[in-house]
């Protein structure tokens, strides 16, 4: 089982991105699929979840109508699609499997190695 990101990179504020992670390994399933992101010196930070629970999309507070997610299921891949977007959105960005949405916390199974996102003020 394998994840893969990428499409990380340099942006200006109110920039976009886009970014890209695909499976191996396994079937791929998009209603397990979800991102968190991590920057230097914080926790870890809730960006996305299709969670397998209940097939719901939900997005962390801090992204929510800023970020969206989606699949393409012929190519294994998910994406994140990220608009006007802040410094503080800085961090490495990480797909995960096995998502879950339970009392509010986003649960993650195993991720990917990351994908770098830095943007400038």
């Known amino acids: 089982v394998q994840l893969v990101e990428s499409g990380g990179g340099l942006v200006q504020a109110g920039g976009s991105l886009r970014l890209s992670c695909t499976a191996s390994?396994?079937?791929?399933?998009?209603?397990?699929i979800g991102w968190f992101r991590q920057a230097p010196g914080k926790e870890r930070e809730e960006i996305s979840c299709?969670?397998?629970?209940?097939?719901?999309?939900y997005y962390g507070d801090s992204v929510k109508g800023r970020f969206t997610m989606s699949g393409d299921i012929t190519k294994n891949t998910v994406y994140l699609q990220m608009h006007s977007l802040k410094p503080e959105d800085t961090g490495v960005y990480y797909c995960?499997?096995?998502?879950?949405?339970?009392?509010?916390?986003?649960?993650?199974?195993?991720w990917g190695q990351g994908t770098p996102v830095t943007v400038s003020s």
């Open positions: 995960a499997s096995d998502c879950a949405v339970v009392g509010g916390r986003f649960d993650f199974g195993s």
């Open positions: 390994g396994f079937t791929f399933d998009k209603y397990t």
């Open positions: 299709v969670s397998k629970i209940d097939g719901r999309t």
